[in-house]
């Protein structure tokens, strides 16, 4: 199999809410919700989206290395086990995040752990479809006018 530039993918958080993953190379991402929630980044920003509270978070990625996957680095330790890589780091928000691959590279799980949490997210990826044409306008989220925006959001200290 060839180098993956795009992928789709069904996606499903803890058994309770799906959706539908667009991801294009280097660092474009943008996540639709079945209950009309948003994740999105084009590589400079990236934006949440709840309708239902209307607000919705910018994070600058301006100051990170590899953009919205630059969140992933700094991890101490790295395993890999067959078809799995588990990232572990005490200082992380996320101590533990376990990626399982499909064996055509395509991503089957994620199950990440938060700092002093003994409770797991788990996202299952179903229908992977790859190097799929995706236009660059699907990653330029554009805010509601009647939403409240919150600037970085993701530099808050906990």
């Not at 990236?46 to 600058?60: C, H």
């Not at 992933?72 to 995040?97: A, F, H, N």
């Not at 179903?126 to 330029?140: I, R, Y």
């Amino acid at each position: 199999m060839g180098e993956i530039s795009s992928l789709r993918a069904n996606v499903t958080i803890n058994n309770e809410i799906s959706g539908t993953l667009s991801f294009k190379k280097p660092n474009y991402l943008h996540v639709k919700f079945s209950d009309g929630r948003v994740v999105s980044s084009n590589g400079r920003f990236l934006w949440f989206y709840s309708p239902a509270r209307a607000i919705v978070g910018k994070q600058d990625l301006r100051g990170t290395s590899g953009g919205v996957f630059g969140l992933l680095g700094g991890y101490e330790e790295i395993t890999q086990v067959g078809g799995s890589i588990r990232l572990k780091s005490p200082t992380k928000s996320y101590e533990e995040i376990v990626v399982t691959m499909n064996p055509d590279n395509t991503p089957k799980s994620l199950r990440m752990k938060r700092r002093g949490s003994t409770e797991y997210t788990s996202i299952s990826f179903s229908g992977v479809q790859t190097n799929v044409g995706l236009s660059a306008s699907l990653f330029n989220f554009s805010a509601p006018s009647s939403a409240q925006i919150v600037e970085n959001p993701l530099n808050e200290k906990e």
